[in-house]
Nanobody, 123 residues
């Protein structure tokens, strides 16, 4: 397992942008972003494979979200644009350290989790 520290949440007006960061204590195979709104289940946002940097996004954020990585810093970023009130949630980053097949869109696919960082979008 690796330790993950997420940051970058805050209060933002609808239509605005936000960049979340997730620093990992070591190398991972893939990183994912999830979010959880009050009273709702944890929802997949997107994922990135460390080698190659290929990404996959949930339909709800496709075109508005970009996940990138900084190899030197072992850090993954989630850039969210055109934010909507329905994007309001606690955002979590997760790491998978075991190589596998396909895209990892389920929480159980990850073996390490960071603390949540709150994003509130107001209209």
């Amino acid at each position: 397992q690796v330790q993950l520290v997420a940051s970058g949440g805050g209060l933002v007006q609808a239509g605005g942008s936000l960049r979340l960061s997730c620093a990992a204590s070591g190398r991972t195979y893939a990183m994912g972003w999830f979010r959880q709104a009050p009273g709702k289940e944890r929802e997949f946002v997107g994922t990135i494979k460390w080698d190659g940097g290929s990404t996959y996004y949930a339909d709800s954020v496709k075109g508005r979200a970009t996940i990138s990585r900084d190899n030197a810093k072992n850090t993954v970023y989630l850039q969210m644009n055109s934010l909507k009130p329905e994007d309001t949630a606690d955002y979590y980053c997760a790491a998978r350290t075991v190589e596998g097949i396909g895209w990892y869109i389920l929480p159980k696919s990850y073996d390490s989790w960071g603390q949540g960082t709150q994003v509130t979008v107001f209209s």
